[in-house]
Nanobody, 117 residues
């Protein structure tokens, strides 16, 4: 129903920046929220940031607040995650997520972000 493709991951030095992009296709008209989760090796997947389409409000995990900025574009088909002041603990696979109004989630394949110290 919904397909998500992430891009923009890579290797960056601590203090550097990356911008992740997620492109959605399929049944995107039922999207309530679009955002990002991440999962580090041996850790549980955790929420990072999201944008609610109803009022374009944003929410961030405390660990990234003030450093990451999420934005949406292209009629709910695209979400961007600008990541600044990156830290080694930001290293993870980042997954794009769409939550529909019926509470069903869809996930992208993930993009690797590695921050070296």
């Amino acid at each position: 129903q919904v397909q998500l493709v992430e891009s923009g991951g890579g290797l960056v030095q601590a203090g550097g920046s990356l911008r992740l992009s997620c492109a959605a296709s399929g049944r995107t008209f039922s999207s309530y929220r679009m955002g990002w989760f991440r999962q580090a090796p041996g850790k549980e997947r955790e929420f990072v940031a999201a944008i609610r389409w109803s009022g374009y409000s944003t929410v961030y995990a405390d660990s990234v607040k003030g450093r990451y900025t999420i934005s949406g574009a292209n009629a709910k088909n695209t979400v961007l995650l600008q990541m600044n002041s990156l830290k080694p603990e930001d290293t993870a696979v980042y997954y794009c997520n769409v939550r529909q109004y019926n509470a069903i989630d869809y996930w992208g394949q993930g993009t690797q972000v590695t921050v070296s110290s």
